[in-house]
Nanobody, 116 residues
Framework: QVQLVESGGGLVQPGGSLRLSCAASGFTFSRYAMSWYRQAPGKERELVASITSSGTSTNYPDSVKGRFTISRDNAKNTVYLQMNMLKPEDTAVYYC?????????WGQGTQVTVSS
């Protein structure tokens, strides 16, 4: 069964940190580029971080650059998103995505709320 399961979301104060994890199963994880997206209420889903299948290259939008770090462990079939210096505008549901060519897999999402 092809599956991505996110974990690690929760409530954090502004300036705090969270580490999201996404565990993959049912496919050859090491052959897929991995990404994290987020979607806030009333807004479109947006890319926040991506990493190549080998883990040698990463990409971030300006809104999170310097605060978020994506990494992967191909031996554990897991991708991570370390989020530091969190802001209220980072509040959203965060989704894990696996992509190879035209084929994409999505997780169910994990809620991140940044509030005092």
């Amino acid at each position: 069964q092809v599956q991505l399961v996110e974990s690690g979301g929760g409530l954090v104060q502004p300036g705090g940190s969270l580490r999201l994890s996404c565990a993959a199963s049912g496919f050859t994880f090491s052959r897929y580029a991995m990404s994290w997206y987020r979607q806030a209420p009333g807004k479109e889903r947006e890319l926040v971080a991506s990493i190549t299948s080998s883990g040698t290259s990463t990409n971030y939008p300006d809104s999170v650059k310097g605060r978020f770090t994506i990494s992967r462990d191909n031996a554990k079939n897991t991708v991570y998103l370390q989020m530091n210096m969190l802001k209220p505008e980072d509040t959203a549901v965060y989704y894990c995505n696996a992509k190879r060519g035209a084929y994409a897999i999505w997780g169910q999402g994990t809620q991140v709320t940044v509030s005092s």
